[in-house]
């Protein structure tokens, strides 16, 4: 267990949500900000200057890389002249790192579910 | 604020970014920040703009300083130069300007306290123009 979390880390909120929205197709830069805030109601708005810090430490760590413009990413065009936008990617590590990262999820909902019911049978 | 005030706020702060940052993404930057302008408010993304700053210009904080000035690049040696002092100057009122407007929306603050397991905890909520929150929350 510690030798996963050494190897992948706990995200922060706008690491997982960029990733999130990369592991639904390849997208620019500003398709994630779009994608983010789709997936989060419009609750979460990642600013570009937060956008493009952690795409660099993302890329940087080899989670992101560069990907040519897909057909399934012009059809969720948000702005015309696509073809001239960056996209971006998932590598595999970057898979891994997002499914690690929701398998620590996933146990932290559980142990805090658990907890509930504690604290509701400790109540009652 | 005026829209094209606004632009070369954010142009300005772009250029202040470390020249790799800038060839890299500040293009982009500035196409979000043109679509993104009128939805979200220029106060948050100046403020965005003026964080992302902050962090890249920490980041390399222990390579000699590299300064993008309008054209070119100028290598600074490590201290406190006069172009440095002008650009944290600029930066600092950018973000003054921009916490301002972000402070003089209305109902910006909700401050709440509520206990859990016997203990009480602060939560104070920032809600920006562009329905961004940041929940702080401590328990003394």
């Known amino acids: 267990m510690k030798s996963e979390t050494a190897k992948n880390p706990p995200l922060s909120s706008a690491t997982l949500n960029i990733l999130l929205a990369l592991a639904g197709g390849n997208l620019h830069g500003y398709g994630i900000i779009k994608e983010v805030a789709r997936n989060s109601d419009g609750h979460y708005r990642l600013g570009p200057g937060t956008l493009y810090d952690n795409l660099k430490k993302l890329m940087d760590s080899g989670l992101v890389s560069d990907a040519p413009p897909s057909s399934s990413s012009k059809r969720r065009s948000v702005t015309t002249k696509e073809d001239d936008r960056r996209f971006y990617t998932l590598t595999k590590e970057g898979k891994d790192a997002l499914a690690a990262e929701v398998d620590r999820l996933q146990t932290v909902v559980t142990q805090a579910r658990s907890r509930l019911r504690e604290a509701r049978v400790g109540r009652a | ?140």
């Open chain 2, 1 to 140: 604020m005026n829209s094209m005030v606004s632009r070369f706020a954010y142009r300005l702060l772009l250029r202040l970014h470390p020249v790799s940052f800038q060839d890299e993404f500040g293009a982009e930057m500035l196409w979000i920040f043109d679509e993104e302008h009128q939805q979200a408010g220029v106060a948050p993304l100046l403020l965005d703009g003026a964080i992302s700053l902050l962090r890249q210009r920490c980041r390399i904080q222990s390579d000699p300083g590299q300064l993008s000035i309008t054209s070119g690049t100028i290598i600074t040696g490590p201290g406190l130069g006069p172009l440095r002092l002008l650009q944290g100057g600029i930066t600092f009122s950018l973000i003054f300007v921009s916490l301002i407007q972000l402070l003089s929306h209305p109902n910006l603050f909700t401050v709440s306290v509520r206990w859990a397991d016997r203990v009480p905890c602060y939560t104070l909520t920032l809600q920006a123009p562009s329905h961004a929150e940041v929940v702080l929350e401590t328990t003394p």
